[in-house]
């Protein structure tokens, strides 16, 4: 009764086709040999040189024909050798085609190129994240590329995404709301991240991951309503942007002061940029600045620049009468065209226009009382 204890052995499974790919280079390897072997073979039958010896192994697998002067003095061992090496490769050079035909029907150089992409992906820093290449998406892709920052989209759409690539703009194939995509993405290093999907819903799943993910990153959302709006801010976006109300306000602009608008046309195609430079909320780090006032500074004298507007923190006294027009923000105050007699304070935002030279200047001039600086589309 033994044999009903003895284990059966079982028969191991053939390979599924997929393990092909998994040594790729087999057939490659192969080939190799088998031309080193030949040419180790002419060298010791025929005594030839080297390049004599490979140029015969290549004549002979590339089936170009005994047009080489050195078959009429072939010895028998030499060919042997030829006619070992012919039916070598009859196996071997096939068995290579096939090979590579099989990779590439897998999609074995797609996920080699993705993998390579993946690897390049955790070396950018301080970019932006566009999350949604449409109608939308391409303007602001267009935009944030002539200003020179390094973008990345994001896109799950083939068309898309092969519109992006034709743009010649580096582009992620992935869920957007998911948090392994926003990590994969960068969003730790990122210096902010514009989600510009067609769904409310979709941007506001992108919001809460990014703000859960980098707390400090800055988010700009897209909302097609007042409520969308309301529930992204909730979210922990920073800016919230309707399609519909810029344009609104585009086209009431330009009814109303074409020139004004026309100006901003200018200013975009200009060497002159627009940026914030977020003062530090502790006084000991502006040092002599804390205090004092835009004319005893005078940034316009020093380097050319031009503050257009400051923006008081939510803590701020409310500006008096003679230093400019102010209107009260969300959290905040923003004084524009602000006086000479405005003094700077800790927490302040300064909204300074100017050439890239003349604003690193100003930011030279703060030097550590300067928090950030963040660039304004021109």
Same mark, same amino acid.
């Given at each position: 009764m033994a ?5 059966r052995r079982?028969?191991r ?22 031309i080193?072997?030949g040419a180790?073979g002419?060298?010791?039958?025929e005594g030839w ?7 015969m192994?290549?004549?002979?697998l590339?089936t170009l024909?005994?047009s ?6 072939l010895s028998?061992s030499?060919r ?16 290579s085609i096939?090979?590579?035909l099989?990779l590439?029907?897998?999609g074995y150089?797609r996920r080699?190129?993705?993998?390579r992409?993946r690897?390049?992906l ?5 970019h932006?994240?566009?999350?949604g290449?449409?109608r ?10 002539r ?9 799950l ?7 992006a690539?034709?743009a010649?703009l580096p582009?992620l194939?992935a ?8 990590l ?5 290093q990122?210096?902010s991240?514009v ?8 941007n506001l799943?992108?919001v809460?991951?990014?703000?859960g *993910?980098a =707390? &400090?990153?800055? $988010?700009?959302?897209?909302a097609?309503?007042d ?5 992204? !801010?909730?979210? @922990?976006?920073d ?5 519909y ?7 009431a602009?330009?009814a109303l002061r ?5 100006f901003?046309?200018?200013l ?6 627009v940026?914030?430079l ?5 006084a000991?780090s502006?040092?002599e600045l804390?205090?004092?006032t835009l ?5 316009g004298?020093?380097?050319?620049a ?9 803590t701020a006294?409310?500006?008096?009468p003679g ?5 009260s ?14 003094? *700077?304070? =800790? &927490?302040?935002l $300064?909204?300074?226009?100017?050439s890239?030279?003349q604003?690193?200047a100003?930011a !030279?001039?703060? @030097? ?9 589309p021109g």
């Amino acid at each position: 009764m033994a044999f009903l204890f003895r284990r059966r052995r079982r028969r191991r499974p053939p390979p599924p086709p997929s393990s092909r790919t998994r040594r790729p280079w087999r057939a490659p390897l192969a080939l190799a040999c088998l031309i080193n072997v030949g040419a180790a073979g002419y060298r010791l039958t025929e005594g030839w040189d080297w390049g004599d010896c490979y140029w015969m192994v290549l004549i002979t697998l590339s089936t170009l024909g005994f047009s080489d002067g050195h078959t009429k003095v072939l010895s028998s061992s030499g060919r042997l050798v030829t006619a070992l090496l012919i039916l070598g490769g009859l196996v071997v050079v096939q068995i290579s085609i096939q090979g590579v035909l099989r990779l590439s029907e897998s999609g074995y150089f797609r996920r080699l190129s993705e993998r390579r992409f993946r690897r390049w992906l955790q070396t950018m820093n301080n970019h932006v994240i566009l999350c949604g290449y449409g109608r939308i998406g391409r303007e602001i892709a267009e935009q944030i590329a002539r200003e020179g920052v390094p973008l990345l989209v994001v896109e799950l759409d083939e068309d898309r995404r092969e519109a992006a690539e034709s743009a010649g703009l580096p582009v992620l194939m992935a869920d957007a709301t998911l948090d392994e995509t926003l990590l994969e993405a960068g969003v730790s290093q990122c210096r902010s991240l514009v989600a510009a999907l067609p769904s409310n819903a979709a941007n506001l799943y992108v919001v809460l991951s990014a703000r859960g *993910l980098a =707390p &400090g990153c800055r $988010l700009i959302a897209r909302a097609d309503s007042d409520e969308s709006e309301r529930k992204l !801010r909730l979210a @922990g976006a920073d800016e919230v942007v309707s399609p519909y109300v810029s344009g609104g306000r585009i086209m009431a602009a330009t009814a109303l002061r074409p020139m004004a608008v026309t100006f901003m046309d200018l200013l975009a195609g200009s060497d002159s940029e627009v940026e914030e430079l977020q003062l530090s909320e502790e006084a000991a780090s502006l040092g002599e600045l804390n205090g004092m006032t835009l004319g005893e500074l005078d940034l316009g004298r020093r380097t050319g620049a031009l503050v257009l507007a400051v923006r008081l923190p939510a803590t701020a006294s409310s500006p008096s009468p003679g230093r400019g027009s102010g209107f009260s923000g969300r959290d905040s105050t923003l004084i524009t065209n602000p006086g000479r007699d405005l003094r *700077l304070a =800790p &927490g302040q935002l $300064l909204v300074v226009m100017g050439s890239t030279a003349q604003l690193a200047a100003v930011a !030279r001039i703060l @030097g550590s009382g300067l928090r950030s600086i963040e660039q304004l589309p021109g």
